[in-house]
Structure formats: structure tokens, C-alpha cells
């Protein structure tokens, strides 16, 4: 696994996330200890979630023979389309801040945020692998498009997470209830401001940092 993490340029972005990974569970970890609450522990199984649209396409980019199979493709991004709004999603549990708490205030600010960025960089990364896989069979204008409207339909999957309470597994335990509140906000645009409130400006925010990071990767 290493070699092939090492032939594919993935293998030093596998340690980093990895230890940005730690450093997040360590950050938690010690807020349990000092604190004597388990508050903030389900940011470790929000940061799981986000880490694995990140795994699916570091596993497609190290096998490419995965590409040969229409199959398997469909399944890789049927997956991670699923799970990708899972890496931004962490963002909205600043929501949080206000709990009360024993902690400082700037030490759970920390906390979220170090998450939220470790997450976001897990779906930068996932983003970047899937635009490097498209890149052989679609023109780059059309992968850019795609990738700027898969960061806004992530948004649109962090609103059915924060607010309706939906989660990547309801596409199989409920899909019909997905469904329904899908379709009808869809139909009904304008019955739903806050919903595609969130969507735009939380897509617009995501683009921001997605092509702000891909531009600096590259060099002005």
C-alpha cells in the first residue's frame, strides 16, 4: 500500500491528513479529560463520515484499473457523491458554540474549527482526485463546471443534514422521506427560501475555498 501510495504523489497527503487526523482526536480527547464530559465526541464520527469520500477516490486514483469498469465507477462516485457533504458539513457545528460548557470558550472555537478545516480538506483533496480521474475522458471546462456545481450540491446536502436531520445513510433507510422533502422543495423552490438560502451562499463559500486552495496548489 505504501509503494503505491508513494507512485501515485498520494502517500505525503496521506501522512499529513493522518496527523492533522490525530491532532483533531487528540484536541478531543483532551477536552473530555479536562472537562470530565464527553462533549464534542461525535465531531471525531463527523470527521469519519468526511474522511470517506477522501478514501474513495485515493482508492481510485492508486487502482487505476478501476476505470476500465463502468461499474465500478458509477459505484466509487455514486459513493462518494453520497458522502461528500459530510466534509464540509463540519462547518455547521459552530452551530455549537453557544452549549454550555465548562471549557473557554476560544479552546471549543479551536476545537470546531480544527475539524472543520481537517474535514474540508479531506473534500478539497477528494474533489481534486475525482477531477484528476475525469480529466483523461471529459474537457477541463466541463470538469470545472462540474466541480463547481457538485461544491453547491453539497451545500445543498449540508441544509438536509443540519436542518432536516437527514444523514448519508437515509439514502438506504428512508429513502422515500429523502425523497419527498427533496422533491418538494425542488417543485416548490420559492415555498423554501431557507433552503436554497443555505444552498447558495454556502455553495458560493465552498467555491471560494475549493478554487482559492486549487489556485494556490498550481501558483498564481
Known amino acids: 500500500m505504501v509503494s503505491l501510495l508513494k507512485e ?20 478531543s480527547m483532551f477536552r473530555c479529560m479536562y472537562a470530565g464530559t464527553p462533549g ?3 465531531l471525531n464520527w463527523n ?33 462518494w457523491l453520497v458522502f461528500f457533504p459530510n466534509a464540509p458539513y463540519i462547518l455547521t457545528d459552530l452551530f455549537h458554540l453557544n452549549m454550555s460548557s465548562t471549557m ?20 478539497v483533496l ?29 451545500s445543498f446536502g449540508i441544509y438536509l443534514g443540519r436542518f432536516l436531520r437527514f444523514n448519508s445513510w437515509d439514502v438506504i433507510t ?19 427560501p431557507k433552503t436554497w438560502g443555505v444552498t447558495i451562499f454556502m455553495g458560493l463559500f465552498l467555491n471560494m475555498v475549493y478554487w482559492s486552495l486549487k489556485l494556490m496548489r498550481r501558483g498564481f
Open 8 to 27: 501515485k504523489n498520494k502517500f505525503h497527503e496521506t501522512v499529513f491528513m493522518g496527523t492533522l487526523t490525530v491532532c483533531c482526536f487528540g484536541l
Open 40 to 42: 464534542f465526541i461525535f
Open 47 to 79: 470527521l469519519f463520515l468526511a474522511f470517506i469520500p477522501w478514501a474513495l477516490t485515493t482508492w481510485a486514483v492508486i487502482k487505476p484499473a478501476i476505470h476500465q469498469s463502468k461499474l465500478k465507477v458509477l459505484l466509487v462516485l455514486g459513493s
Open 104 to 123: 473557554p470558550r476560544w479552546f471549543d472555537l479551536v476545537l470546531i474549527l480544527s475539524f472543520a478545516w481537517t474535514g474540508l480538506l479531506f473534500g
Open 126 to 154: 477528494s474533489l481534486l482526485d475525482l477531477e484528476k480521474i475525469m480529466q483523461d475522458t471529459v474537457k477541463p471546462v466541463y470538469v470545472a463546471i462540474g466541480s463547481s456545481a457538485l461544491l453547491f450540491a453539497s
Open 174 to 192: 428512508e429513502p422515500y422521506a429523502l425523497m419527498h422533502d427533496v422533491g418538494v422543495r425542488v417543485i416548490h423552490p420559492f415555498d423554501y
